[in-house]
């Protein structure tokens, strides 16, 4: 089984930026895509940025131009750069895993709270 530990947020200004890390440990052979989801008190998690192993990304459109989603293989660690940050960017952040045509881990961990003030 996956562990996944997230990390990296806080309070910032608007306008400033971020960097958001997810550790993952355990049975990490036959991840293909990781994702970084976020949910705002009220409303339905939703899915911010998608990275497959082949390097594809993908960006959900209120953050496309503004975060970047990469990995270090090394270190077994997936990152979001959060730039030019907005307050309706405040949200829990959450990583999680695939496969290629399967679907995310139904687990979830304590997430990383990012909250952007004006």
């Known amino acids: 089984q996956v562990q996944l530990v997230e990390s990296g947020g806080g309070l910032v200004q608007a306008g400033g930026s971020l960097r958001l890390s997810c550790a993952a440990s355990?049975?990490?052979?036959?991840?293909?895509?990781m994702g970084w989801f976020r949910q705002a008190p009220g409303k339905q998690r939703e899915l911010v940025a998608t990275?497959?192993?082949?390097?594809?990304?993908n960006y959900a459109d209120s953050v496309k131009g503004r975060f970047t989603i990469s990995r270090n293989n090394a270190k077994n660690t997936v990152y979001l750069r959060m730039n030019s940050l907005k307050p309706e960017d405040t949200a829990v952040y959450y990583c999680?895993?695939?496969?290629?045509?399967?679907?995310?881990?139904?687990?979830w961990g304590q997430g990383t709270q990012v909250t952007v003030s004006s």
């Open positions: 999680n895993t695939r496969p290629y045509g399967g679907s995310w881990a139904n687990y």
């Open positions: 990275l497959t192993s082949g390097g594809s990304t």
């Open positions: 355990g049975s990490i052979f036959s991840i293909n895509v």
